[in-house]
Structures are given as C-alpha cells and as structure tokens.
C-alpha cells in the first residue's frame, strides 16, 4: 500500500492531481517510478548547469571587443581588415594566399578590357592595312606627347598577321611600333575571360544599385577558387608551416625580406581557369606591356580621357613578374587587390593587450550606397568604430549616384555615424586615408578647388589640404556630439603596412583604456 502525503495544495492544483501516481501503484511500478524522477531530476540539474555555463560564455561574448570599419566604397575598409588579420591572424591570409592569385589576375584582365574598350571609343579603328591608327597618327603628331624610354624590347618587331585571331598561336614579339588594333587581337582570347574570372569570385551573385557592376564577394569567397584538392594541400601545408619555420621555406611562405613567395605551387592541384588564364597572361607578358607603355594610352591617361583604377596601376607595372610561371601573390599584391565587400563579414582575432588575451570581431561592410542597409543590425552592440574616408578622393564621384562627390559622401555619412543614437557612446576613429594618393595627385597638378569649390584660393599642398578636409570631419564631430566623446584620427595609407601595423596598435590601446574603464563601472 502507498503512502499518499495529503496536502491542500496537492488536491487543489489540477496539475499536481495530475501528476500523483495511480491509487493501485505497484511496488515495482513506484521503483521504477522513482527511477524515472531521479533520471528526470539528474537531466534538469545537467541542463541548469549548461544554462549555466551559456550563461557565462555569453557574459564573456559580451567582454570581447565589437569594432565595425564603415565607410563609403572603395575607402580601404577591407585593405585595413587585411592589415589586422596580417598582425593578428597571420596563418590565415596565408591559407588564403593563393585565392588571392584570381583575384589578381581579374583586376589585371579588367584593366586591359578597360584600356581596349576606351582606346575604341577614343578610335583606333584601322583598316589592317596600316599599322598606325587614326589616334595613334594624330596622338604621335603632337608635341606634348610624351616621350617614353624603354619601351618594349629592342628587337625588331614581328608583326602577325591580321588573320591570326589567337594570341596563344602567335610568336610575334609587340613593340612601340605594334599598333594597338594588333595588340588588341594579341590580348581578345585574355580579354574574353574577364566574365568568367568574375564569376569564380562571386558565384554569379551581383547585388542590384550597387554601383559599376564591380564584383561583389561574401565571405568565404576564397573556396570558390580553390579547387578541393589544391585547398587542402595549400591548408595544411600552410598551417604547419606557421608553427615550423624550417617548414616555411617549403610551401610558398613569403619571403619575409621582399614580401614574395618563396616557392611555387607546382605540386599542388590546379584550377584549370586559373591555369587557363595563368598560361595566356604569360604568353601575352608582351602585349599587355608594349599596350601599358603605348604612347596613344600614355598620352590618353595623362589627358584623363582613360581613368584607370589606382590598383590597375600597380599591377600592370609589375605585369612581367605577376604574368610569370608560377605566380604566387606577394603580401603587397594582397594589399592592393581590389574585390568589393557584399553585405557584412565578420573577421574574429585574440587580441593579446598588455598580457590580456581579448577576442575581437572586426565587422567589414560593404560601403556601396546599395549596401549600407545591411550595417545597422550590427550597430547595437558595438564597442569602436573606425571610419575609413579617402582623401584622394576629391576628384571622384560615387559610381553609385555620378553627380555626388566622393568627398561630399563621405561627409554626409559621417554626419549620419556620428548622430546616430545606437552609435552615440561608441569609440570613435576616423582614417583618413589614401593619403600616398593624395599626394601623388596634387603633385600632378589636380587642383582641388576644381572640385570642392570652397577650397577656394588656399594652396594646393598636402599640408593645407589635409587640414582643410580634417577640420570638415572635426566640425561634423563636434555638431554631432551629444556624449562629448573623442574622435582619434588618423592620417593612412592602409597598404603600408609598417605604419598601418602602428596606428592599429595605437587604437587596440586606445579601444582597450575604454573598455578598461567601461569594465572599472560594472
Ligand atoms: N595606394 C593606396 N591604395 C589603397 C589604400 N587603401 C585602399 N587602397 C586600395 O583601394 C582599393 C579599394 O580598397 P578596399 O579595401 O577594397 O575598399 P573597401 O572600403 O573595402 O570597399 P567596399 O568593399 O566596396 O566597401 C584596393 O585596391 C586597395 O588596395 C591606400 O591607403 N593607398
Ligand atoms: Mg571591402
């Protein structure tokens, strides 16, 4: 016979009537009853103790550091990203190092579709018969045209026939003296990759009102142009190599004196695109030289009717080692290729400050207009903030909306960060950057009042610029500034590294004597 203990409750409580054992209960069925509590009562303890210890992993999600890099297209978000991930997390853009290569090689393609597609607006159109263009006679007949030394090898020139369509086929060597329509049936087989290369990136994905049909990449994009096989070797290879340097040597590690790769990835599993293109930019070394050097696209980029991408620069200066055999992105090359950012990714490091271990999420957005919607939700637990404005800029106008300048943008969004009331008591950090660009544009002569009016008379010197433009986004700070924080700015050029590497331990310490004092009241 059971025991039923009575209580008012007991009976009263529909639920605990429902939960009393039968009257006829069985000595076996109490034992096993019991069991059965005990078992209960053992997994809600295991449960509290895992809520429990939930609990504590997300008061210590709450200690790590939230930092967002904002700011318009194009500013240097994601090159700054590069430069915390080479401090913090150095393995992994060495895991990545070879993805890179597409990369590259997709903004080496562009920029000649892009030389091409401006020289036939500008007509180079010729009957095949002559091997000067109607631009080309006009462009060499003029005096301000610039004389170029070295210019193509100083063989004599092979020229291939106007029938011989495929770049690969032809032996010829391009000189000065090769004429643009030739070069242009040299590079049409490289040229026609271009779409292809895009599509490796961005797997087919290009977000709508988002600027000049660039190539947008969510993270992750790297493994889209890795093959299986060639991945994890490069992996694995690569992550060990960080923990013996013996091993480094081995596997493609840079060399730490010049940046470049030490080795080939010759063993490794290729992507036939890739290697397609690889091959064919090897092959066309010449052309794509002989067209960079051409005096009609010399003489058309100095009178600014081709504007080409500051990084298509720097890659075609260096086109005979990145169209070499065996290419391996050197970490400058990481630095200036460019692939815009789609929607938000999210980068997490130990940071080690002063002998305490803290993870930070980096969040880097895409900057297109098209794009900002999507940095919002991440504004509600973040700690710091830098903004990322280029100086160099003042000449541009947004691909998005062509009648706004790059600067005028830059304000108004910096106008928008600083009211902003989620953002009010975040750490605040302005980089204004490109300031190598900068310089090299006032030395050219770009007058600044050309384009910001107000600059007016001042002169047109760095020094007196870069005040002029850091005065602007000091005034906005100033008018947006409820909280009575500090801005700490920056003067940047996030593609060198020694500085970068400088002023982003200057602001980790800086973030860190906030959140010092943030944990000092709680
Ligand atoms: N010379 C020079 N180039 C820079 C500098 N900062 C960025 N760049 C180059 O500018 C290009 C654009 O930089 P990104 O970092 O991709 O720009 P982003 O802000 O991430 O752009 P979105 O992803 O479109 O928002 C890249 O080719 C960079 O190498 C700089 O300070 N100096
Ligand atoms: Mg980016």
Known sequence: ??????????????????????????????QARLRREAEARRISEQIDEELKVDRRKWERSRDDVKLLLLGQAESGKSTL??????????ASLESERISWRTVVYFNVVRSIKKILATLEVWDDVDDGTDSQSALERQELGNDEFPVLDNVGPSVSPTVPSPVDTHPQASTSIPTKATSISELRLHLRSLVRTEPQLADRLSGGVSPAGSGKGEVFVR???????????????VGKRLRRSVNSPTDSAKVGVPDQASGRPATSLSTLDP??????????????QDA?????????VRALISKRKLKLDEWSEFFLNDITRISAQGYIPSTDDILHARIQTMGVSEHVFDVDVHGKTVTWHLYDVGGARGQRHTWVPYFDD??????????SAFDQYLEEDPRTNRIDDSLQLFTQICSNQLLKSVHLVLFLNKTDILKKKLERGLRVSKYILSYGERPNEYESVVNYFRAHFQQVHRR???????????????????????????????????????????
Do not use: C
């Open 1 to 30: 016979m059971v025991m039923r203990t009575s209580s008012i409750r007991s009976q009263d409580d529909p639920l605990s009537l429902a939960l009393l054992p039968p009257l006829t209960e069985s000595e076996s069925d109490r």
């Open 81 to 90: 990203q590069k430069q915390f991930q080479l401090m913090y997390s150095p």
């Open 219 to 233: 993270t992750g994009w790297q493994a889209r142009t890795i093959q299986k096989g060639h991945e994890s070797v």
């Open 271 to 284: 992507d036939p695109l890739i290697e397609e293109v690889a091959s064919m930019l090897e092959q066309s």
């Open 288 to 296: 794509i030289r002989t067209l960079w050097e051409h005096p009609v």
């Open 382 to 391: 973040a700690n710091a903030i830098i903004f990322v404005s280029p100086l």
């Open 480 to 522: 947006n500034n409820q909280n009575r924080r500090v801005l700490y700015v920056h003067l940047t050029n996030v593609t060198d590294t020694t500085a970068t590497q400088d002023i982003i331990a200057n602001v980790r310490d800086s973030i860190f004597r906030g959140y010092l004092k943030l944990a000092a009241l709680v």
